[in-house]
């Protein structure tokens, strides 16, 4: 079965500081990844997405991942986040034996300070 | 853009009662989820739904719960009789197909209270 750990349940960063948010998924085959973003009292948005070809990927708001295959990993970056990006960071993982739903991680909750 | 609405956005509701999630995913999508995220817990996957019939099921989604798409645009999760356990921030999703790395689009969520 496929599952997805990250690491942080919860990271606080001071406003304009970089952030990395760590991902690490577990599957025999190949898988697709995801990141989505819950901001408070909202649903679950996507943030941005890895299918096939360059490891690293650009999402919304600034966002990208680099998928890193040897180490199971989809780590989460921005150079320099905002007040608006404290929310729920959920790393999620499809295909292979979970084909047509997606599989999330427990979240990490991203706080930052003013 | 096309957005999957859910209604209510919150329930409050005693236990051992049945409750009737809403959901109107984007229109030309054809495919149905339903999630929960119980309070500081993960997203889990509860059920998909594809041509008017349920395609995977969770070990969560036993007899008390049930899914239906009663009309051409609703899509609707029953608890039959809730129990405390059941209070949970429950999320309607819809993709437009089943391919390796669709992207499925989730609703605000409705969050249930079981008291």
């Known amino acids: 079965a496929q599952s997805v750990t990250q690491l942080d349940s919860q990271v606080p960063v001071f406003e304009e500081a970089p952030v990395e948010l760590r991902c690490n998924y577990s599957?025999?085959?190949?898988?697709?990844l995801f990141w989505y973003v819950q901001y408070p009292n909202q649903g679950l948005q996507l943030l941005l997405k890895y299918l096939s070809g360059s490891t690293l990927v650009k999402g919304i708001n600034g966002f990208e991942a680099e998928f890193n295959k040897s180490q199971t990993s989809f780590h989460l970056r921005k150079p320099s986040v905002h007040i608006s990006d404290t929310a729920e960071y959920f790393c999620a993982v499809s295909g292979g034996t979970s084909y047509d739903k997606v599989i999330f991680g427990p979240g990490t909750s991203l706080s930052v300070i003013p | 853009e096309p957005e999957v609405t859910q209604t209510p956005s919150h329930q409050v509701t005693q236990m051992g009662q049945e409750v009737i999630l809403r959901c109107v995913p984007i229109?030309?999508?054809?495919?149905f989820y339903w999630y929960r995220q119980i309070l500081g817990q993960k997203v889990e996957f509860l059920v998909s739904?594809?041509?008017?019939?349920?395609?995977?099921k969770s070990e969560i989604f036993d007899d008390q719960f049930s899914v239906e798409r009663p009309d051409g645009s609703n899509f609707t999760l029953k608890i039959r009789s809730t129990k405390l356990e059941d209070s949970a921030m429950y999320f309607c999703?819809?993709?437009?197909?089943?391919?390796?790395?669709?992207?499925?689009?989730f609703g605000e969520g409705s969050w249930l209270t079981v008291v």
């Open positions: 229109s030309n999508h054809l495919y």
């Open positions: 739904f594809y041509n008017n019939e349920i395609s995977e």
């Open positions: 599957s025999s085959v190949s898988v697709y």
């Open positions: 999703a819809s993709s437009e197909q089943i391919v390796p790395g669709n992207t499925i689009y």
